[in-house]
């Protein structure tokens, strides 16, 4: 079903160089492909909330979540700064009447689900739009900052569900996903897929973390994705944004040794697309498998932390 | 232009039970007015997507931010866990070609734009639908979570700017917002107000703060705000949730002093409103007094923290 | 080697009142057998520094460490606020000549070698002295909190190497150590345990750890310790502090039911022993056998984090 | 008092390589001046403890620090994961008997009563020892770390009272100390400084902060402090660390210009010395003042963080 791709690198710098967007949108443009919206797709995705029916595609934040302390991404460390107990034993009493919680987070900003910003990744030295990585330092980005999309993830969505189009419960580690059965199963599932949409890739890697009971290596370790091919659909129909519900968005083992995870580097560094992770797609395939509704207002902005490459989110579908 | 209320601690309790929602939609609710949004409202709100333009209510998160401490809250903290300079050293060198930046932050999910869950407040020991506090412990609350909510806060909204309606860039410390003036600056303003929806209530605080260039005691210190009389308009209109760009939502000082935030007391626990604070209402104020509309798509769904008291998101106003 | 004790609740809750030290030093003492060093001790000890030489019995913080997430504990989480990385790509050209890195942790304050304070275990409402638990709220103890001690954990020093007195590697996880085995241990090593002494005892079990080359459920699960019995031998001795080289100090499964770490109920809260875990050991226990002298001046106090109910630190042994 | 220096960048270049000690303990020689401490010295040092006495030179870690935000250091911030409020509400009734309180912090490791590491400065690209900043990455120091320190911080201590010296009750910002005056300072004392010892010098910056009621600029603002010039008397000497009661150890307005804390450079980068900061004197000076004893055992270990380039600390002088 996932032909073998034979890439080298020179196949991917070749990618690279013909799907590159760098000044597409002027010398200083820091959003990418999120530049692919029009206001009147906004309007029109607003139409498509017709049973007004909201779906989100988030994952808990809490301890259950997937991360096994790789790169120091830990699951969401959770605080009371004040609670019910304190205020039973009277640790409230200074304050008249009203009693209170109060809580904090520890987190990666990657540790759930996410939004890649176009600063997380690197290639050669440079970012999206040629931007030098000396513009990520230990205080955060100065360019590129996932806070610069807060108001860009508002559209139409489209879910394609690979599993349901391949008839199987999910896709195992190494399952590549390529342009030909992108195009396929939006055909199969009568969607169309268009400029700035965005696109929600299903492989059930949730569905088989559940049916196993374990995350087991979900976080770093091999996975279903999409391939190198990919790129090709993702780019000539001019998507505005994609995410998956894998931990890498793309195929594991990667396709090439020479890069790690080379997708990131053509479609983030290159195509400057805006690429979600850890996405919970088993709600939402499940109704859109309901109701045979494919398309829906997407709406996923970012939490805009100033210069941050990356943010949690709760992305909701709205049917 | 504040009427003086004169309340009484036995007028607050008499609010509390005019409104009171316990066991209206059901003994095991835990999302309070959320239930006043009907699928319907959420196809009409969509269809106010007229314009395809989005405006975040959402502060950025960042060491800038309103905190001082108080109670344990401070500003975000931001954290790389790997960045450009790792890249630049050769600390991934182990890497394939590939180079990234990867972030983590510690912050008080009250610490900025935040919505209030259920499970924020207690008065002689309950919170809303009459959950006892010991049901929120140092491991966060069993009952009236935020997480509840993340597929519930999508719906009609609609900005009620009070200095413009008064003629002035914002209110001051003291001034008090009651139901008579609510209804008044929906009417100058040409718009209704109805069930399931969800209400901005702009003072101009943060337009003071930026005037005066510094937040000041803008975090628990003296602020403008709704009055206890404005739970009347609020109740009756049948709202699902309420937000504004002050730190406590109520007017400060507040009106009786037996009970601190005696406001939260009434909509939180005893109405189950969902209630929203350091909402950044400027920029939308601007764009609402320029094109007269004042009503629009409002998605703005919590990050599904599970079983916390609060949580930071990115509002939306779509029009 | 460890007689089956058969203690009943009824036993334990006997224990507790033979040797409960509350009012002994005063109604409001709150630093319990610490009382028990005098200076001419800390003199003394001084002398036993014979041949200046250092022994840490600190185990690394980092991510290395034994937690495993129980009740929050995880390994210390490290970040750099600063680092040479940034000094590399310019993010420091704001300062004149010098560069630098900067650094801070997360860490439950019991994730590593540590020392409980006596405000760390409650039974029956009550601590140490019989504070009531409404003492410690969520923004620490106000009584018997760590930071009193600061000054107090200085005096002699003195290993009982259980496995080497055994002719053992190391203990089992069940195997407890009572007052007879600590009498003889002592008598075999050649010295004496008095009254203000500091006693470390080793069961080896980070040896096994590093045989096994894995944690395993070092932390939680079952262990070799000190058990009831062990009373005796602590309290008619009137040493000041003990810690041993387990995560919870007593022997794990625990001799009774009803109470949860029961030495932890009669040493800390009745007795106002100040307790040491997860103290590396090894080296030590090594340089002990090696020169056969197994008493030392010990300086291992906490850092002074106030009100809090247990701290970290870097336990010397100066021989 | 303090004679101008006129020092050039020339002249701090002179004085580094003039007192240089790279190569001297080994081209892999990570501690420093720390191995100026020979065992004789240790075992002299614990015969200084004549009376028994134990005075602690942290200042407590709490919310009540220093610290302003300067380069992302905060106070410690302090969490309880279980506390008595828990205990009072139910929240550990599946625990038997007992109950608990845990908690946790957050804290730069130099937020506080701090040894700053090897690590902590670089100078053109290198720090002690010649190792380069590419050795100092996101996830710590690989050479010249603070745990390499954990055994080594033990010897004789000596404190130098320079207010007491000059007969103010404290040293002014901008006062700078130089060499002249410390070995004046320990003549009068009836001290003797010499190879091996620690060093801990008071301006009584503290006295200060206490007696206005405010940190003020204490935290990176100008401050008393060592001068350039008191290199010379430090090398001469042989000491073994350095401690002062100032945020930056050196006298600020700094005397050059070029370089951002000069000292810091030859002390930490060319002298390899183990620098202290934020030391609370006061306790320490006062008792030093009253017995006419100022030397003592100084025990003062780091905690090994592994990789850290400071560590916070509990330091000991036992008279």
Redesign the interface.
């Known amino acids: 079903m996932t032909a073998v791709q034979g890439y080298t690198l020179a196949d991917v710098h070749a990618l690279c160089e013909r799907y590159n967007n760098w000044g597409r949108w002027g010398d200083d443009d820091q959003i990418g492909t999120l530049n692919h919206v029009?206001?009147?797709?906004?309007?029109a995705?607003?139409?498509?909330?017709?049973?007004?029916?909201?779906?989100?595609c988030?994952?808990?934040?809490?301890?259950?979540g997937p991360q096994n302390?790789w790169?120091?991404?830990?699951n969401?460390?959770?605080?009371?700064?004040?609670?019910?107990?304190?205020?039973?034993?009277?640790?409230q009493d200074h304050?008249?009447?009203?009693?209170?919680?109060?809580?904090?987070?520890?987190?990666?900003?990657?540790?759930g689900t996410q939004w890649d910003a176009l600063?997380?990744?690197?290639?050669e030295?440079k970012m999206y739009n040629g931007y030098?990585?000396?513009?990520?330092?230990?205080?955060?980005?100065k360019r590129n900052g996932i806070?610069l999309t807060?108001?860009?993830v508002?559209g139409r969505g489209v879910l394609l569900d690979i599993p349901r189009h391949r008839g199987v419960d999910w896709l195992e580690p190494g399952d590549g996903i390529g342009s030909e059965e992108l195009a396929a199963c939006a055909e199969r599932q009568g969607v169309r897929v268009g400029k700035g949409d965005f696109v929600l890739v299903r492989t059930g890697a949730m569905a088989a973390v559940r049916a196993k009971g374990t995350w087991g290596d979900y976080s770093a370790g091999d996975a279903p994705g999409l391939n190198l091919d990919s790129t090709h659909w993702v780019c000539e129909n001019e998507i505005a944004g994609l995410a998956t519900d894998t931990w890498g968005m793309e195929v594991r083992p990667n396709e090439i040794?020479?890069?790690?995870?080379?997708l990131?580097?053509v479609l983030l560094v290159n195509v400057g697309l805006m690429v979600g992770e850890i996405f919970d797609l088993e709600k939402l395939a499940d109704d859109c498998a309901g109701d045979g509704v494919y398309e829906f207002?997407f709406?996923a902005?970012?939490?805009?932390?100033?210069?941050?490459?990356?943010s949690?989110?709760?992305p909701?579908a709205?049917k």
Chains 1, 2, 3, 4 share one sequence.
């Open positions: 029009e206001p009147h797709m906004i309007t995705a607003g139409a498509l909330a017709k049973q007004g029916k909201v779906i989100s988030a994952l808990p934040y809490d301890q259950n302390g790169g120091g991404r830990v969401p460390l959770y605080f009371m700064l004040q609670d019910g107990g304190d205020a039973a034993i009277g640790a304050m008249a009447g009203l009693r209170y919680a109060d809580d904090a987070v520890y987190m990666p900003l990657q540790s600063s997380h990744v690197f290639y030295g030098g990585l000396e513009n990520v330092s230990s205080t955060g980005a806070h807060a108001e860009k508002v040794t020479e890069i790690f995870q080379p990131h580097v207002l709406v902005g970012p939490l805009p932390f100033t210069g941050a490459v990356g949690p989110l709760n909701l709205i």
